[in-house]
T-cell receptor
Framework: DAGVIQSPRHEVTEMGQEVTLRCKPI?????LFWYRQTMMRGLELLIY????????DSGMPEDRFSAKMPNASFSTLKIQPSEPRDSAVYFC???????????????FGPGTRLTVT | GESVGLHLPTLSVQEGDNSIINCAYS??????FIWYKQESGKGPQFIID?????DKRQGQRVTVLLNKTVKHLSLQIAATQPGDSAVYFC???????????FGSGTRLLVRP
């Protein structure tokens, strides 16, 4: 099993540019999570999808952030326009859950390190 | 590179010794707990989980202990190996929900 796949692994962009992060969850998993990790704030949940439907987006920082899951095997996290404070490592995780509100083992991808200058 | 931020507590152990990593949680309604291992440059890796109807759960070389009375969780690693060097996070959720709240982490250094 290839595990959760994320691309790109590293992204350096200038302030104001659009950034798109991509995730392919583990085949057969029905839940997908986007997290952000910084030294100051640790790991924070940004958004959670179950069966391709956004269940909880309360962690999305502001309107500059958006996420989509057009099908069970692909999700994107977009930042437009990007700002230096968005610099962080962004992780995608997936799980096979028995219900949209239940906790099950989450498998994390390798992350995308985003640097906004 | 990384921005200047919090310094993680560090546990340094001799290879072959047992390691105990502790985690305190504050939400008495939390009923699902997970330990993750994160190596440098990688995503968190699931180690073991435990639900609140249990006090102890064992995996391969790892044991998680849950003390609900004092809201304390620990991860014990037997015969610690160099490959165990990483940052370890505990995470909790309330009502067994999907929303995991992660701790700040503990860095484990294994001395050869």
């Amino acid at each position: 099993d290839a595990g959760v796949i994320q691309s790109p692994r590293h992204e350096v962009t200038e302030m104001g540019q659009e950034v798109t992060l991509r995730c392919k969850p583990i085949s057969g998993h029905n839940s997908l999570f986007w997290y952000r990790q910084t030294m100051m704030r640790g790991l924070e949940l940004l958004i959670y999808f179950n069966n391709n439907v956004p269940i909880d987006d309360s962690g999305m920082p502001e309107d500059r952030f958006s996420a989509k899951m057009p099908n069970a095997s692909f999700s994107t996290l977009k930042i437009q326009p990007s700002e230096p404070r968005d610099s962080a490592v962004y992780f995608c995780a997936s799980s096979l859950s028995g219900g949209p509100l239940l906790a099950y083992e989450q498998y994390f991808g390798p992350g995308t390190r985003l640097t906004v200058t | 590179g990384e921005s200047v931020g919090l310094h993680l507590p560090t546990l340094s152990v001799q290879e072959g010794d047992n390691s105990i990593i502790n985690c305190a949680y504050s939400n008495s309604a939390s009923d699902y707990f997970i330990w993750y291992k994160q190596e440098s440059g990688k995503g968190p890796q699931f180690i073991i989980d435990i639900r609140s109807n249990m006090d102890k759960r064992q995996g391969q070389r790892v044991t998680v202990l849950l003390n609900k009375t004092v809201k304390h969780l620990s991860l014990q690693i037997a015969a610690t190996q160099p490959g165990d060097s990483a940052v370890y996070f505990c995470a909790e959720s309330e009502d067994s929900s999907y929303k995991l709240i992660f701790g700040s982490g503990t860095r484990l250094l294994v001395r050869p």
